[in-house]
């Protein structure tokens, strides 16, 4: 295959013993792997941690060059119903593996976007394809995957990646592509990323698409570009009475950058205690903002939601 | 007790208030006879369509022969009473009219009702005149050129306020000029309506003027956000006599809140409105429809008592933009979404990820040729990446 200029797949690791990180878990799973004899895989924890890059890796290291023939990757998150899952994993499932490896390798990643019910569906569908098919599953919280699927996996947690980790990534990638970085830079990227990999080298390949040579500032002016920066201005014409105005700079914010009510909801809560008022009514509005977020996770209408907070720091505004 | 709808009925063309050009038209129609065989009064209800053509009887002393087709609707009922009353001479008078009141009655469902009516009306020896609100429905298509058209307009509120006055006069009640005013703007042009309110309103005196809308007919969405606005009632059935459905309205409410309500009472209907909400997305992930009955009342009631007292003003309600809004963002940033799909497939990712990196990675996308041919882009959405 041609090798890719995007630098998350560029540099992903492809054996083992690339991995940086986890290194409990690629021991366990190395073994598993040579075993041939692999059980189903839940992989747990956060983006950017290497759940898909290990996956990739078993299948790799099982099926050698026919990997692909061999492998179905699924987003939860994308496809639209279990149904389309379901009729997906039975078209792969229903022919046998080629080569030695006597079954092929479902990877459902995010599978904790699947509701409840679809998840009992899918455990009906694991065992019926248990003879030909091995599931690896990727989540970001395990308590959102019912028990029932969790006690058919071995599970994994995988812990954000350390400040070395990153570093060592970073200078890696640097290296190989002739960057000149430096210290602070490289400490900057792993602030703004939080131990998420794949964030931290987008952000490396973005500011280094401008420059070869990286100083702390390009990289949080880059990262600036990408925050939901405006959420302080909407809250700034809410305290100032100023409904209208805020709603309106708010639905620009989540359509022109795409953002979803939740990560503005997340947003909010940061920014509350940055606010210039008074801490009792800090306190109170966390909890609107965490009454708020709780709605918009059950499946109620965003936008009305958050205008019904947008509502409370119109109060806030009055020292209410 | 009968209702002074029908016995202040008029019965002459002078007393038939500002339709005087409709009463013409009749006059006319039944002058000429039989060079168009019938009329079709058509106007809102309480415009007088009924009362002209009995007033066109009794002007021309002629017999009227009354139906009401909501109750006989089909071919056969149609054929078995009408038929012989149109072809038979009348007994004692010298003509004969036949009235078919209420047209609309006639369903598009009841096989043969409206070409029946057809043959009736090419057929007929007497004047035909028939009676509609909405003629312009596609049933009519057939009957509309038959017939002389004739619309009743509705009436004013000076005029509709003016017959209020006269009917008080007559009746010996006492009823301030506000009063009959209010009555007549919330009649709509529906004189009937209007006398029944004022008919009931001297029958309860004290009582609230607001019960007055309870009445059954169609509501403009602006009335209802007046309604729930402005005063300050329970409003239970508020959205009975609307085709809207409830999350229309919800999104009509959340247009309009900020230009009613500031502050408290803006806090307050957000919360209402964002508890009707939560219980809409319960139904839909549940499909417990038991509570509507809940998103009814917190968008209704909720919305009504959000303020502490009630007000009266003119607020100019606008429809909903956000739905609209939100479409013509899709239209501008379909490649964005098809460009993060491409993207998402190579980096084994979700495109939901991928939109929400979007701002990061384009950047290099943006820049490295090699790159957008890796991902397959089309110049179309290389010139997205562009902007």
Redesign the interface.
């Known amino acids: 295959m ?1 090798q ?3 630098w ?2 560029r540099y992903r690791p492809s054996a083992f013993e690339e991995v940086v990180g986890q290194q409990e878990i690629v021991k366990r799973v190395k073994s598993l792997v040579n075993s041939i004899n692999i059980p189903h895989l839940l992989f747990a924890g956060p ?1 950017g941690t290497g759940k ?1 890059t290990l996956a ?1 890796i078993i299948v790799k290291q099982l099926f050698g060059d026919s990997w692909k023939d061999n492998y179905l ?1 699924l ?1 939860a ?2 496809e639209r119903g279990i149904d389309v899952v379901r009729q997906k994993v039975k078209d792969f499932a229903r022919t046998k593996s080629l080569g030695p490896v006597p079954f092929k390798v479902i990877f459902l ?2 599978a904790d976007a699947l509701t409840r019910e679809a998840q009992q569906a899918l455990r009906r569908t694991m065992e019926n394809y248990t003879n030909t098919c091995r599931f690896i599953m990727s989540c970001n919280y395990s308590s959102k995957i019912i028990d029932p699927i969790q006690s058919r996996c071995v599970v994994f947690r995988f812990k954000l990646l350390e400040k070395k980790d990153v570093s060592s990534v970073i200078k890696k990638i640097s290296e190989k592509e002739g960057l000149k970085i430096s210290e602070e830079a490289v400490e900057a990227l792993y602030e703004i990323s939080e131990g998420d990999c ?2 931290a080298i ?2 490396l ?6 420059s070869p040579d990286i100083n702390a500032e390009m990289i949080n002016i ?1 990262a600036a ?2 925050k939901p920066k405006d959420i302080k201005v909407v809250l700034d014409y809410a305290l100032t ?1 100023d ?2 105005k805020a ?1 309106e700079k708010l ?1 620009d914010v989540m ?6 009510g939740t ?1 503005i909801i997340k947003a909010i809560q940061k920014e509350i205690w940055n606010l210039e008022i008074e801490p009792e009514i800090k306190v109170k509005l966390t909890e609107k903002t965490g009454e ?1 977020e709780f ?1 918009i996770v ?4 965003e ?3 958050l ?2 907070l ?3 720091f ?2 806030a505004g ?1 020292g ?1 | 007790m009968t209702s002074y709808a029908e016995k202040y009925r008029p019965k002459s063309y002078k007393e038939l208030i500002s339709q005087d050009q409709a009463a013409m038209e009749v006059q006319k129609f039944i002058k000429e006879f039989p060079k168009k065989k019938a009329i079709l009064l058509h106007g809102v209800p309480g415009t007088g369509k009924t009362s002209l053509a009995l007033a066109a009887a009794k002007e021309n002393n002629m017999e009227i022969f009354e139906l009401n087709s909501s109750d006989l609707r089909n071919r056969t009922k149609l054929e078995e009473i009408l038929k012989p009353a149109s072809e038979q001479q009348s007994l004692f008078k010298k003509g004969k009219i036949l009235l078919m009141d209420e047209v609309d009655g006639v369903t598009g469902t009841d096989i043969g009702g409206v070409p029946e009516l057809v043959r009736i009306i090419e057929k007929t020896s007497h004047p035909l005149i028939l009676t509609g609100n909405d003629i312009w429905q596609s049933k009519f298509s057939k009957l509309r050129p038959k017939c002389k058209l004739v619309e009743l307009k509705p009436l004013k509120i000076d005029t509709i306020a003016r017959i209020l006055k006269i009917v008080c006069e007559k009746e010996g009640i006492q009823e301030n000029e506000h009063y009959l005013r209010q009555i007549a703007i919330k009649s709509q042009g529906d004189v009937r309506a209007a006398l029944n309110d004022l008919q009931f309103h001297s029958a309860s005196k004290g009582e609230d003027m607001e019960y007055l809308e309870t009445r059954n007919q169609e509501q403009s969405i602006f009335n209802i956000l007046k309604l729930i606005f402005q005063e300050r009632q329970p409003f239970l059935n508020v959205f009975d006599n609307t085709s809207l459905s409830l999350d229309e309205i919800l999104l009509w409410i959340e247009e309009n809140i900020p230009r009613e309500y500031q502050n408290q009472s803006l806090y307050n209907a957000f919360l209402a409105l964002s508890n009707a909400d939560k219980f809409r997305g319960r139904i839909y992930r549940q499909q417990f429809w038991r509570f509507l009955v809940y998103q009814g009342i917190f968008q209704s009631a909720g919305i009504s008592f959000a303020k502490p007292q009630q007000t009266n003003k003119f607020t100019k309600y606008e429809r909903p933009k956000r739905v609209l809004k939100i479409w013509l963002n899709n239209q501008k940033t379909v490649k964005k979404k098809t460009i993060a799909q491409k993207y998402a497939k190579l980096v084994h990712c979700s495109v939901k990820r991928a939109m929400k990196d979007f701002n990061l990675v384009k950047n290099f996308i943006k820049t490295s040729p090699k790159i957008q041919g890796q991902l397959k882009l089309n110049q179309e959405e290389i010139d997205f990446l562009g902007k």
């Open positions: 041609a890719s200029d995007i998350t797949e983006a898909s990739l990757e987003n998150s994308d990643d995010e794949r964030r987008n952000l390949q973005a500011t280094a698409s401008i880059i570009q990408t009475g409904f209208v709603k639905l359509l022109s950058e795409s953002i979803s990560d708020i709605r059950e499946g109620s209408d936008f009305v939601q205008e019904s947008i509502a409370s119109v109060l009055l209410k």
